[in-house]
């Protein structure tokens, strides 16, 4: 590596990074482009990731993010079928008038009322008390679903493509220094690659090393996700996704038979981004196990397993795409921070990492 100046340097090689790589290849097809990880291809929250798509957003501007995310997920589909591999029906338990408020939020169709057959289904399903008095069950239009880890190697598979194209496992920055070809970036083994623009991902890691200060600067703080398996409820002939009315919670059939995952946001927050520093604790199963027993009560499953992951949040839940700090707290010219996925990056990586490459002026 030494000598060469890349074009681009991607930091993180989840779906973010993995996404900017694969934007890059397709729109610049001459640019030389590396993409670093600290440890293996697949260390970040991306491969925990149940990688659901029901596009939504807060504010306009985030359903704005969504909506184009959806629009560049479909594109990118050329490069990684993996991508919306899959869709399935969406039902809603909401608490009754709940509707209005996530049909605000939705972008795309409005929620609509379940018809009695619908109903049933459910039922067979997940129990008679579903939709009981007091509740509301809706449907909305199909989610996607991806497989994360193929898609990640899907996207980054351009990296193989020439001589000016790599992808280096085991290259954890320590730091990003500017030179007369743009940026040094030094790994914490004293390895060193330049490039002229660098658009980093590093997900919650976005709070160490390098990206810290301009991470810190905005109120980024990580929080703990976990998805745990569960078996049960009625064999179903179409078991759907269940929504539940309680924040990023919900139920994905996996399989054939009755397995499930069942995704919830731990009240965790500021965990490390360590991966073996991560585990589910008594306080994230009582609150897994309550939402359950009150809004699905006939659905009694067996929880079999759990996996865990830590995102980024900004005070706004918005997802951070801003030139990185220097030393002196001025802005980097031709660098990007891309980060605070916020329990729905794998969603909106397309377009934050759309967003990131704008910033550097490879739109
Ligand atoms: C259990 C669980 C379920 C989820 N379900 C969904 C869902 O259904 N839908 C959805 O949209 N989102 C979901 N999410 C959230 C989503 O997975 C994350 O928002 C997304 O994966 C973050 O991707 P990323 O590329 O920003 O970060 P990561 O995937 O964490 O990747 C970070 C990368 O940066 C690299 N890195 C970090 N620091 C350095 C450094 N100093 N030097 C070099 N490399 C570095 C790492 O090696 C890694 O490659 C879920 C998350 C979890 C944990």
């Known amino acids: 590596m030494t000598g060469r100046v890349y074009d681009l340097a991607v930091i993180g090689t989840g779906i973010v990074g993995a996404t900017a790589v ?9 640019a030389s482009v590396v993409a670093v990880c600290a ?18 957003g807060r504010t306009e501007e985030q359903r704005a993010l969504a909506r184009r995310s959806l629009d560049l997920r479909s594109e990118l589909a050329a490069l990684a079928p993996a991508l919306n591999a899959e869709s399935r029906p969406s039902y809603w338990v909401l608490p ?9 939020q939705l972008v795309g169709d409005a929620l609509a009322p379940c018809g009695p057959e619908q109903q049933e289904a459910l039922r067979a399903v997940f129990g008679g008390a579903v939709g009981a008095a007091g509740t509301e069950l809706r449907c909305s239009a199909e989610a ?6 193929t898609a990640v190697e899907q996207l980054l598979r351009p990296l193989g493509d020439g001589p000016d194209r790599d992808l280096v496992e085991g290259f954890a920055v320590r730091a990003i220094e500017p030179c007369a070809d743009g940026y040094r970036l030094v790994a914490e ?8 623009r660098v658009l980093a991902a590093p997900g919650a890691a976005a709070l160490t090393g390098p990206f810290a200060a301009t991470a810190e600067r905005h109120g980024a703080r990580t929080k703990k996700i976990v998805a745990y398996r569960l078996r049960g409820g009625g064999p179903g002939a179409h078991r759907p996704l269940l ?7 919900f139920l994905l059939p996996v399989g054939p038979d009755r397995d499930w995952c069942y995704s919830i946001t731990s009240t965790d927050w500021d965990c490390p981004p360590e991966r073996a520093l991560l585990a589910p604790n008594p306080a994230d199963r009582a609150l897994a196990e309550a939402v359950l027993s009150e809004q699905l009560p006939g659905f009694q499953p067996e929880f079999t397993g759990c996996r865990t992951g830590v995102d980024l949040y900004l005070p706004d839940f918005a997802p951070l795409v801003t030139p990185l700090d ?22 909106l990586a ?3 990492a759309e967003a990131a490459l704008a910033l550097l002026g490879l739109d």
């Open 22 to 30: 694969g934007l890059a290849a397709l729109r610049h097809p001459g």
């Open 39 to 56: 440890g293996a291809v697949h260390d970040g929250s991306t491969v925990r990731s149940l990688a659901v798509d029901i596009p939504a």
């Open 96 to 104: 009754a008038g709940g509707a209005a408020e996530v049909d605000n």
């Open 144 to 149: 996607t679903l991806s497989e994360p880890a």
């Open 189 to 196: 083994d004293g390895g060193e690659l330049t490039a002229r």
């Open 243 to 249: 929504v539940l009315d309680e924040p990023d919670a």
């Open 326 to 347: 220097g030393p002196d707290g001025a802005a980097l010219d031709g660098t990007v921070l891309v980060t605070g996925g916020a329990g729905s990056g794998f969603r």
């Open 350 to 352: 397309p377009g934050m």
